[in-house]
């Protein structure tokens, strides 16, 4: 029995992606799943240490990660059509956003990488996703900037829709706004990275023939969220492009991480690898 630990964020989307593997409801051989939960940004930098054989990622950050870890064609978060959300206290153009202090969720995350995009001068304020807002709320910051279940929850809060980068993207691109993707060390094998990378999009699959369970599942990491809200959080981010990039979410995949080196935000050149079934 060989065990693999397999990190994601707890959050309603990642838990009703890994839910078939949690619950043991597909057959995995002599492959045994670990699971670990922490932050998308945690995930980041212990991936940066090569700590994680399998875990979830920001796009942003794979770019430091390539010459370790290789993209698995099933997992990502693709937002297509919509995104990241920009918000303020008050109404604001996007005009004024420059030279602004805006609340970000890390320095590795696709969001951030997406907001250097559409903005390239502003003051970021690293704050736990959870706080982010709450310090606009409280002035802390001037906007803020919402992964997660925050994109559905802003208004009820009183806070404004600045921008929202997904839409910003697929205008500039037509493509949609690659965000998180399951990564992979290469040095555990080509086999085991075979089998590994079947089973994730079995695990996916099984969520989605399944839906409401996987649902009931994916309510214990829902932050608040109703289980209508949180379903339609579930399907923003686990839907087709999950099941596998494609040719179009490969090149968008491509296109998000050319364009942060060209902008000088990414310092260093990228190899991107995917694995194939």
């Not at 037509?174 to 080509?190: T, Y």
């Not at 923003?236 to 080196?261: C, H, P, S």
Request: net charge negative; glycine share 10%.
């Amino acid at each position: 029995m060989r065990t693999i630990h397999v990190a994601h964020s707890p959050d309603s989307d990642d838990a009703f992606m890994f839910y078939a593997l949690a619950e043991g409801k597909i057959d995995t051989g002599d492959i045994r799943y670990v699971h670990e939960l922490q932050d998308i940004e945690t995930l980041n930098q212990r991936a940066l240490r090569g700590e994680l054989e399998v875990t979830a990622v920001s796009i942003h950050a794979y770019a430091y990660l390539s010459d370790r870890y290789a993209l698995l064609s099933h997992g990502a978060s693709m937002g297509d059509g919509y995104g990241p959300r920009l918000v303020a206290r008050t109404p604001m153009s996007t005009r004024t956003v420059r030279g602004k202090r805006i609340a970000i969720p890390g320095m590795l995350t696709s969001a951030y990488l997406a907001l250097r995009l559409f903005e390239p001068q502003f003051e970021p304020v690293v704050t736990p996703f959870d706080r982010i807002e709450d310090a606009v709320a409280d002035g802390t910051v001037d906007l803020g900037l919402l992964i997660h279940e925050g994109q559905l929850t802003y208004a009820d809060r009183g806070l404004h829709l600045v921008a929202d980068l997904g839409v910003w993207w697929f205008e500039q691109t037509g493509l949609p706004l690659p965000l998180g993707g399951n990564v992979i060390r290469k040095d555990i094998g080509q086999a085991l990275i075979g089998s590994i990378s079947r089973h994730l999009r079995d695990s996916i699959a099984y969520g989605l023939e399944h839906r409401a369970s996987a649902l009931d599942h994916s309510m214990k990491y829902a932050r608040g969220l109703d289980r209508s809200k949180a379903d339609t959080f579930v399907g923003m981010y686990v839907n087709d492009w999950t099941l596998d990039y494609g040719e179009r979410g490969k090149e968008a995949v491509r296109r998000f991480l050319t364009q942060g080196v060209e902008a000088g935000i990414i310092k260093r050149p990228i190899d991107i690898e995917f694995v194939e079934d």
